[in-house]
């Protein structure tokens, strides 16, 4: 079983975490915009770009959690730096005018 995830780039595209590609958040889906450090996705769709979707925020720890057979620290080196500005957690919380959330954000994109 897989897990598929990207992270942030400093240049605002994501990239792969285990065999490094560039991904994009499919402009249907509810994190289009958000630009989450850190995602999970379900399924890689190729049009004029090559879209994540079914995405879920996540944190780096979770995936040493729940997977340590597949990830290692080193997979998820980086997470501690700065962001650009307007990327990343701080972006997301003004987008939705101060307020934190405690849940993870879920992606409802349509089929």
Known sequence: HGYNTARLRKDGS???VK???TVEI???SALF???PK???YHELVLTTKEFMRQ???IKPEWLLEVAPHFYQSKDLDGF???MPKGRGAAAAVACRGGQKSGAAA???DAA
Request: charged letters at 15%; aromatic letters at 4%.
């Open 38 to 40: 850190l995602v999970c």
């Open 55 to 57: 995405c879920i925020e």
């Open 106 to 108: 879920i992606d409802v």
């Open 14 to 16: 994501y990239s792969t």
């Open 26 to 28: 499919h402009p249907t």
């Open 19 to 21: 065999h490094p590609h």
């Open 80 to 82: 501690k730096g700065k």
């Open 33 to 35: 915009g958000q630009n």
